[in-house]
């Protein structure tokens, strides 16, 4: 945490574009992302990873392949 704040709290004031998320083996923090309010801001684009790599869903189309 970063000068106090919590990452639901950074991720809202900053809106990055994207969001990897810790190794799966950091439940606790994992956890505390996935039931904030910011995360439901973004769309998981990687399946299977055991960093799971998130999206801004109004920059889906940005960082979609093409194929």
């Known amino acids: ?18 969001i990897f998320l810790p190794h799966r083996n950091y439940r606790a923090l994992n956890k505390e992302i996935m039931s904030g309010s910011c995360i439901k801001g973004y769309q998981r684009v990687i399946k299977r990873s055991s960093s799971p790599l998130f999206v801004r869903r ?10």
């Open 1 to 18: 945490v970063h000068a106090g704040m919590t990452f639901d709290e950074m991720c809202t004031r900053d809106q990055p574009e994207l």
């Open 58 to 67: 109004d920059k889906l189309k940005q960082y979609r392949c093409k194929r």
